[in-house]
Structure formats: structure tokens, C-alpha cells
């Protein structure tokens, strides 16, 4: 299909494959326009040839694209390359619920309240848009590294109109609500059940339903009661399980009838973990009957799925052709192999989807056939039952407790090996060889909770009457609360993890609002608790994404052309001064502040020195000064000063050459001790002096002057 470095549609860089399913597979790509990463789901070949097939995958993405919330997985594109059909949609970085369970075990009610919240608040924006995703699952959430959860793979959502959407069962098998098992009838309620079978899952680290094949888990999702959490684990809150119970009802119409009610009982719960919500308490009943379906069920539900005919109900006495039409039918449907075989959870139908209002006849038949066989072979267990609690057959009458059993009969057979069974399983091992045994509890690192981890008596050894086993059974590694490091720097965060007991691995990434060398965020939360020894992840800031750019030489460019070449690799022009070049034309770039081929992050200003071309000749003169002035006649007053002012003129301006004050001792007053002078001109120049006493009196007269001004030529 697509390979690393291909480009699709001149935006799309494929970068890698990520993952791939049973009609697509999915690819990392980096979209060129918008400058980010996203995932490209494809087509596969083999479907896309077939209409049907191409018009699902299409509606996938119309279905999706108009929803937008930050519990679903955007869709950004779709269309098609080279025959192969593809949709962009948001790249989330993480690892599916299923794997996020697998790894972390059941998850504590805070966790697990947290997720089924974020997981409702997507699905609801996804029902008021009239969208039913019809395949809820741990496989279908992303558990993103920053903790959110991502609905995704709207593969088999339809747009729902007011009406109810008949369709057919479309669901992964340990997940579909009833009327998807029957292939009947799928609304909003449907997602409903599937949501509650999810968190049933996260709270308890199991699905409800296991069985031999699928259509046995089908079978029992439509006639078997679900187990309530709390006879798992008693620490689940009251409240919480009354919304799961709620949710997987059988009925629709006794489920929450919409997204939003759950959502609304689930935020009390997180208020008040044994809140009355849900199914009301004098409904959890620990005994309560398998639901059968009787013919009249049955043949409702075949009319209102498009088969007025009903089905056969064969008589008891046709077993053995019961099993064998069975055996044929599912033959027929399946080949060798049953769809979703337990080892191979895929996201291929459970029902064929051709005529959505239509249930398929072959299944229609197994189902039937199934269940006949199951109240057969409930009935055989009810008469084994009366037969047990009667007495029939049995020579001697054997006490049992929870924890402790012991027995008054010679016991002489050997030990066996009870170790990594399941308690239950070990349990009746030992009640078959009627040996008494006392249950202890403890945590283990090497066997998972409910398993057998230790037994008193060797395996193999010979057994007395006397003798009583002591097994001790897992409760699954010790858990601890995973301490808050977020906003801590790398190495006190790793420092306090290690400390509480667990790995520490760590990745970075950039991030513009929290500083370089300091936790974002960690899996799991600190609101989590988490197996001692296990691995917590955290992610540290490389602080905000340095992108760099040389800098382009600009001499001898205009303003124009540098601040052009400039923002060509995303830098900008800065300050622009001007001085005088005789080797630069005017308007040309002299210099720049940062010298070529240096590199600087992206938008730095560079500023630049315009020439204003050669600098012009300016021609002036300077006068210097000979001669002096003298005393001629002037009695000085004791102790009295006289104001000598020197003025030479040119043209109209006037330059004062001299202005103070002086006694009688300073004169006669040297005209080479003068300051030369600039002028502009050396036309019309005359040189002026006059004195005055200290009454401002002109006494000029008095004294003489052979003053005279030289002059030089200056150019500027």
C-alpha cells in the first residue's frame, strides 16, 4: 500500500504504519499545509473494489467529521489516492483502554469514574448528533499520554433520524447489548449498554460474559444475568454499581434512556460515591433467575427484524438433530472459524450487514438452535442439582465452609499440583478428593490476583484423613498511590517515583508553557494507584520547540529585496539606519547585524545600514588672526577693566572673535592668541572692534588696532 516518504495529494508525507485492522491499516503522516502530524486510515485493497465497502468506510468519516470534542478523535479529511480510499483524522498519542486494563490490572473507582466520565461526554455529543457508534469498546478508546480519553472508530456509526434505527448487530461480541446479539434493533440505548459493560471491565478487570465461541457470549448477553462488581470486589462503591447494573439492563427501556442521564448519575457519584443512583437497591439481588426467552419472545423478535414467519421450536426428543442442524448452520456461516474467536478480537461484524432492516436467516437459526440447547442443558444441571441436594448417590454427606473444610474420610490419594490454578478450580480439586483445606490471602509479584500461589502440602505427596491444606491465594501485586510529579524537574520526579516503589521511564517532548527540565504529565495519574514495581511514564518538558534559520546575505539588496529574502526563511527585518558609502550605490544594504549563514531562531529581527551613496563636498574657510590692540590714551580707574569685543563680518553674519573683559596689564591684546574661525564665504569679510568701560561708555577711541584676518581654505 502507502510507503515512508510518500506523498499523497502534494500535502501528505507518510511517515510510518501505526497499525492495521481488519479493512484498514493506518499510517503517520505529516501534513505539509498545516505543519503537524495526523493519522491517514486506508482502505484496504481488497475492499476497494467492493461499493459496499467503500461506501461504509465514506461514511465513517461524514459521520465523525461533524462531531467536535475533545473526547473524539477529529476527522480532518477524506478522499482517495491511486484507487486507495483514506481518511485524515487527529494522531493521539497513547495506547488503547483494552491495553491500558492489560497492563494496570482493574482499575480503582476514581480511575475508572474519571475515564467512563470523559468516554460519556464524547458519546453524548455523538447522540445529540444523532450518531450511534455501535461499537463501544476498551479496543475503540485511546488512553492519551496526557490522561484523556479518545473515543474513535466511527466505522460503523450511522446518522440516526427521530425514528429508531433498525440495524444489524454490528458490536464486538463481549460488548453488544442484547438487541445487537438478536440482530434486531440498535438506538442510543445500545451504545448505553456497551458503555456500561466497558466500565464494568475497568472496575472489575474482566468482562461479564465468557464462553466456548460467540454465539455462546451472544446467547448469554440476551438470557444471563451479569454478576454484580461488587461480589468481585466489596470496594467498589455501592453507587457505582448500581449505574452499571443500570446501564447493562436487558430491556432497553429499563437502561438509561439517554447518554446524558448516565452522565448526570455518574458526576453525583463522583460527589458522593453511594449516592442513591442507578438501579435501585431492592433490585441487586444476588439470586436473581436466568432470563429465558420464551417462542413468543423469539418469534417477536424475528417478525420485527423482517421475518413474519417466526422459527421453529423443535421438542426436547430432537436434540441430537438440534445439534447437528446447529453445527451445519454455524458450518455454513463461519467456515472453520467463528468470528471473534477470543484470541482474535477484530473489528469485523458479528452479523453481515446487507439489508440493515433484515436478520440474517443462518443466524436467526443458530441463535435459535442455541438456545434450545441451553435450557436443555440447564434443565440436565437442575436435575443434577436436586440429585445433589437430595442425597441421591452419595454415601456420605461432606461439610464445606468459605475458608476452612475438613473431612471424616480416609483420604489416600496423592497431592496435586494447585499452584497458578484459579481458586475456584483448585477448590474443587480438592473437594473431589475430599481433603479439608484453610484459605490465606496475600500479595505476590509472580501470580495474578485469584490465583494459587502457594500450597501447605508438596504436590505429590501422599494424603491422610488428617491432613489439611493450607493454599494461599494471590491478591495480585501490592498496589500503591501513584505520588503527583508533575511540575517537578526530571530527576526529583524519577527520585520521588523510585522511592515509592515503582520504574520510572521517561520521555520528552516540547512544550511552550511549562519549563524545560520540568514534568508535563505522567501515566499513570496521581490520582491512580498503580502495582508496586510497575512503570510509571513521564513526560518532560524540552521546553518550546526551537525551529532555526540561516541568515541570508543582504549586501548590496534594496529594503525591499532584504526584508523579502528575510521572511522567505521566516526572519524579519529589523531597524534600518543610513550613512554615507563611497563603495555602496545609494538605497543598497552596507551591512547587517547578524553576519550570513549564521543560524537563529525562526522571526529574529536583523536589522540593516543603508548607503546614502558618496558623501558630498563641502567647501568653507577658517581665519585666523594677526595683529593687536593697544592702549593709546585711556587713564584706567584703579582696579577698573575695560570690554574689548573683536567682530568679524561676512556678508550679513557676524562672528565674535573676542567679548570680555580686561585690565590695564593685559593689553596690548595679541591677535595670534585668538581661536581661528569657520566661515562660509571669504566675500564681503571686515573685522570690527570696539571697547567700552565699565559704565558702558564707547571709548573706542582711546585705544588703536592692527588687527587683520588670514584666510584658509577648508573642504568637507
Known amino acids: 500500500m502507502f510507503e515512508a516518504g510518500m506523498i499523497i495529494q502534494n500535502r501528505y508525507e507518510i511517515a510510518e504504519e501505526i497499525g492495521s485492522g481488519g479493512m484498514s491499516v493506518v499510517y503517520k503522516a505529516m501534513d505539509h499545509v498545516l505543519n503537524r502530524y495526523i493519522a491517514m486510515k486506508v482502505l484496504k485493497p481488497e475492499f476497494s473494489d467492493d461499493k459496499s465497502f467503500v461506501t461504509k468506510f465514506r461514511m465513517e468519516a461524514q459521520s465523525a467529521a461533524g462531531l467536535s470534542h475533545p473526547n473524539i478523535v477529529n476527522v480532518f479529511d477524506v478522499g482517495e489516492e491511486s484507487g486507495y480510499y483514506y481518511i485524515v483524522m487527529e494522531l493521539v498519542e497513547g495506547i488503547t483502554l483494552k491495553e491500558y486494563i492489560q497492563q494496570n490490572g482493574r482499575l480503582n473507582y476514581a480511575t475508572a469514574l474519571d475515564f467512563i466520565i470523559q468516554i460519556c461526554s464524547g458519546i453524548e455529543v455523538a447522540h445529540e448528533h444523532h450518531t450511534i457508534h455501535r461499537d463501544i469498546k476498551p479496543q475503540n478508546i485511546i488512553v492519551s499520554k496526557n490522561g484523556t480519553l479518545k473515543v474513535t472508530d466511527f466505522g460503523i456509526a450511522k446518522a440516526a433520524t427521530s425514528n429508531t434505527v433498525a440495524s444489524s448487530a454490528m458490536g464486538s461480541v463481549h460488548y453488544i447489548s442484547p438487541e445487537q446479539a438478536r440482530g434486531g434493533f440498535s438506538d442510543e440505548r445500545s451504545d448505553i449498554y456497551s458503555l456500561g459493560i466497558t466500565l464494568y471491565e475497568m472496575l472489575t478487570g474482566r468482562v461479564p460474559f465468557e464462553g466456548e465461541n460467540n454465539v455462546t457470549v451472544a446467547l448469554m448477553h440476551i438470557q444471563s444475568e451479569i454478576i454484580p462488581p461488587r461480589e468481585y470486589y466489596p470496594d467498589i462503591p455501592y453507587g457505582l454499581e448500581r449505574i452499571v447494573l443500570k446501564a447493562t439492563q436487558k430491556k432497553p427501556e429499563q437502561r438509561y434512556l439517554t447518554t446524558n ?13 453511594n449516592a442513591e443512583v442507578g438501579v435501585p437497591s431492592s433490585m441487586l439481588s444476588n439470586n436473581a433467575p436466568t432470563i429465558q426467552i420464551s417462542t413468543d419472545e423469539l418469534a417477536a423478535i424475528n417478525s420485527a427484524a423482517g421475518d413474519p414467519q417466526g422459527v421453529s421450536v423443535f421438542p426436547v426428543n430432537q436434540r441430537r438433530t438440534e445439534l ?4 451445519e448452520a454455524l458450518d455454513s456461516l463461519y467456515g472453520d472459524d467463528y468470528p471473534y474467536d477470543e484470541d482474535d478480537e477484530d473489528d469485523e461484524p458479528l452479523y453481515d450487514e446487507k439489508n440493515e432492516d433484515e436478520l440474517d436467516p443462518k443466524m436467526e437459526k443458530a441463535i435459535t438452535i442455541g438456545a434450545i440447547v441451553a435450557t436443555c442443558l440447564i434443565g440436565i444441571i437442575i436435575i ?3 440429585i445433589s441436594i437430595t442425597g441421591v448417590f452419595k454415601k456420605n454427606k461432606k461439610p464445606t465452609t468459605t475458608e476452612e473444610a475438613t473431612t471424616t474420610e480416609a483420604v489416600s490419594n496423592k497431592m496435586p499440583d494447585l499452584v497458578g490454578m484459579d481458586e475456584e478450580e483448585a477448590i474443587k480439586e480438592l473437594d473431589a478428593l475430599k481433603v479439608a483445606y484453610v484459605i490465606e490471602r496475600d500479595y505476590t509479584e509472580l501470580y495474578d490476583e485469584g490465583k494459587v500461589a502457594e500450597q501447605s502440602i508438596s504436590a505429590g505427596s501422599v494424603l491422610t484423613e488428617d491432613d489439611k491444606v493450607t ?5 495480585g501485586k501490592k498496589m500503591a498511590n501513584v505520588p503527583d510529579v508533575v511540575s517537578k524537574s526530571s530527576d526529583d520526579a524519577k527520585s520521588i517515583l523510585e522511592a515509592a516503589g515503582f520504574k520510572v521511564e521517561i520521555d520528552e517532548e516540547y512544550d511552550e508553557e511549562v519549563e524545560e527540565g520540568k514534568v508535563v504529565s505522567q501515566t499513570p495519574d496521581a490520582s491512580a494507584s498503580a502495582a508496586e514495581g510497575s512503570t510509571v511514564t513521564i513526560v518532560v518538558s524540552k521546553g518550546e520547540e526551537v525551529k532555526v534559520a540561516k541568515v541570508p546575505d543582504l549586501k548590496k539588496k534594496t529594503v525591499t529585496e532584504a526584508e523579502a529574502a528575510l521572511s522567505e526563511v521566516k526572519l524579519k527585518l529589523g531597524n ?9 550605490k545609494e538605497g543598497q544594504v552596507i551591512s547587517q547585524s547578524i553576519a550570513e549563514g549564521t543560524e ?6 536583523i536589522d540593516i545600514t543603508i548607503s546614502k551613496g558618496k558623501k558630498p563636498v563641502k567647501t568653507s574657510y577658517s581665519a585666523s588672526f594677526s595683529g593687536s590692540i593697544s592702549n593709546s590714551s585711556y587713564a584706567f580707574p584703579e582696579g577698573k577693566l575695560v570690554k574689548i569685543t573683536v567682530t568679524l563680518k561676512v556678508g550679513d553674519s557676524s562672528y565674535n572673535i573676542v567679548n570680555d573683559w580686561y585690565d590695564e596689564a593685559s593689553l596690548p591684546l595679541d591677535g595670534t592668541a585668538f581661536a581661528s574661525c569657520e566661515i562660509p564665504s571669504k566675500d564681503n569679510i571686515s573685522l570690527v572692534y570696539s571697547v567700552q568701560d565699565d559704565a558702558g561708555n564707547d571709548i573706542t577711541a582711546s585705544f588703536s588696532s592692527s588687527l587683520q584676518a588670514k584666510l584658509k581654505v577648508v573642504e568637507h
Open 261 to 273: 442521564a448516565m452522565l448526570s448519575d455518574l458526576k453525583k457519584i463522583a460527589m458522593d460515591p
Open 384 to 386: 443434577v442439582a436436586i
Open 600 to 605: 537563529v531562531k525562526e522571526d529574529t529581527s
Open 324 to 327: 447437528e442442524e446447529a453445527k
Open 471 to 475: 493454599l494461599v491465594i494471590s491478591k
Open 576 to 584: 534600518v539606519t543610513q550613512e554615507y558609502s563611497d563603495s555602496v
